[in-house]
């Protein structure tokens, strides 16, 4: 029988996007159902009754929750083909540290820094880059946060890049003068179709962003 697969999500979230890369590489077929999160489905409120939050990859009838646990769920059940994490105990530590860090850093302050204005926007920016920062000191001369080979850190940080115009433009800075190796890595990411198919446009995220900052008056 084959796994029946169906990922609910939103078109914007970065987490959602990770589990696009992480299924195009393993080459899963799955459904698509894109959720609005003003009004959830009852399928998303039955298969996340806890949080009510995208993304849920629902696998044969049962759901997974949390992209990093849905990622390296993907990764155990369909190990055959594509490792995203490192067989090595020590490495495999290593990279969901830096996929922790990703989302306790890189998320809030970046969702701030599009998202507010004057010193709150100021400080939202510095903790942003400062962040930035950490990551590409992590990545040093290499290729990709692994080594030579796309893989786990990897796919958690760059659905980010959809975001990093919004970032720049709300914030009044440059990535490619603040960050410039992140720019080359991301470069290098956006040639694997996964990963390109799988991420939002960069203008119409920023238009969104645009639109939430009208309806809360932040303009």
Same mark, same amino acid.
């Given at each position: 029988?084959? &796994?029946?697969?169906?990922?609910?999500?939103?078109?914007?979230?970065?987490?959602?996007?990770?589990?696009?890369?992480?299924?195009?590489?393993?080459?899963?077929?799955?459904?698509?159902?894109?959720?609005?999160?003003? &009004?959830?489905?009852?399928?998303?409120?039955?298969?996340?009754?806890?949080?009510?939050?995208?993304?849920?990859?629902?696998?044969?009838?049962?759901?997974?929750?949390?992209?990093?646990?849905?990622?390296?769920?993907?990764?155990?059940?369909?190990?055959?083909?594509?490792?995203?994490?490192?067989?090595?105990?020590?490495?495999?530590?290593? #990279?969901?540290?830096? #996929? &922790?860090?990703? &989302?306790?850093?890189?998320?809030?302050? $970046?969702?701030?820094?599009?998202?507010?204005?004057?010193?709150?926007?100021?400080? #939202?920016?510095?903790?942003?880059?400062?962040?930035?920062?950490?990551?590409?000191?992590?990545?040093?001369?290499?290729?990709?946060?692994?080594?030579?080979?796309?893989?786990?850190?990897?796919?958690?940080?760059?659905?980010?890049?959809?975001?990093?115009?919004?970032?720049?433009?709300?914030?009044?800075?440059?990535?490619?003068?603040?960050?410039?190796?992140?720019?080359?890595? #991301?470069?290098?990411?956006?040639?694997?179709?996964?990963?390109?198919?799988?991420?939002?446009?960069?203008?119409?995220?920023?238009?969104?962003? $645009?639109?939430?900052?009208?309806?809360?008056?932040?303009?």
């Amino acid at each position: 029988m084959a &796994d029946e697969v169906v990922l609910l999500s939103f078109w914007l979230s970065p987490f959602g996007m990770r589990i696009k890369i992480a299924l195009a590489e393993k080459g899963i077929n799955y459904d698509y159902k894109e959720e609005n999160l003003q &009004d959830k489905s009852p399928l998303l409120l039955k298969m996340n009754p806890v949080h009510k939050k995208v993304p849920v990859l629902i696998h044969n009838g049962k759901p997974i929750c949390e992209s990093l646990i849905i990622v390296q769920y993907i990764d155990e059940v369909w190990k055959e083909t594509c490792p995203l994490l490192p067989s090595d105990p020590y490495h495999r530590a290593e #990279a969901k540290f830096w #996929a &922790d860090f990703i &989302d306790k850093k890189i998320f809030d302050s $970046g969702r701030k820094t599009c998202m507010s204005k004057g010193e709150e926007t100021e400080a #939202a920016k510095k903790e942003l880059i400062e962040s930035l920062k950490v990551l590409e000191g992590e990545l040093g001369e290499k290729p990709y946060f692994g080594g030579e080979k796309f893989g786990f850190v990897d796919l958690c940080l760059i659905p980010f890049y959809t975001w990093f115009y919004s970032y720049e433009t709300f914030g009044s800075f440059s990535m490619e003068v603040e960050c410039p190796k992140l720019i080359g890595w #991301a470069e290098r990411c956006l040639e694997k179709e996964s990963v390109s198919n799988s991420l939002a446009d960069q203008q119409k995220v920023y238009q969104f962003f $645009g639109q939430m900052r009208k309806m809360y008056g932040i303009e």
